[in-house]
Nanobody
Framework: QVQLVESGGGLVQAGGSLRLSCAASGRTFSSYAMGWYRQAPGKEREFVAGISWNGGSTYVADSVKGRFTISRDNAKSTVYLQMNSLKHEDTAVYYC???????????????WGQGTQVTVSS
């Protein structure tokens, strides 16, 4: 079965940066859209950013627009989330997601990663 493995999470000070990676294995994802969600304590899972593997189109949620950038490397079957100017409010578990069309809604997601913790200190 397809596996998505996140890495790059950790503890960072407010104003700092982190780069998350999500590596896909077990099956080709050349036609899949991929993206990122996050879930903070007491909050619902929130869409963060999405990218099309074939077209390279991207969408970033308004809550992180201007600070986060999603990118891909198809040769490595990997999607990235560059997070800059991090705020305490960005603290959450970040989940990689993959779907056949779009991933900006949970109903469009076929595969989920295990999640990686991002903690932004004050």
């Amino acid at each position: 079965q397809v596996q998505l493995v996140e890495s790059g999470g950790g503890l960072v000070q407010a104003g700092g940066s982190l780069r998350l990676s999500c590596a896909a294995s077990g099956r080709t994802f050349s036609s899949y859209a991929m993206g990122w969600y996050r879930q903070a304590p007491g909050k619902e899972r929130e869409f963060v950013a999405g990218i099309s593997w074939n077209g390279g189109s991207t969408y970033v949620a308004d809550s992180v627009k201007g600070r986060f950038t999603i990118s891909r490397d198809n040769a490595k079957s990997t999607v990235y989330l560059q997070m800059n100017s991090l705020k305490h409010e960005d603290t959450a578990v970040y989940y990689c997601a993959a779907g056949p069309i779009v991933v900006d809604r949970p109903s469009g997601v076929d595969y989920w990663g295990q999640g990686t913790q991002v903690t932004v200190s004050s």
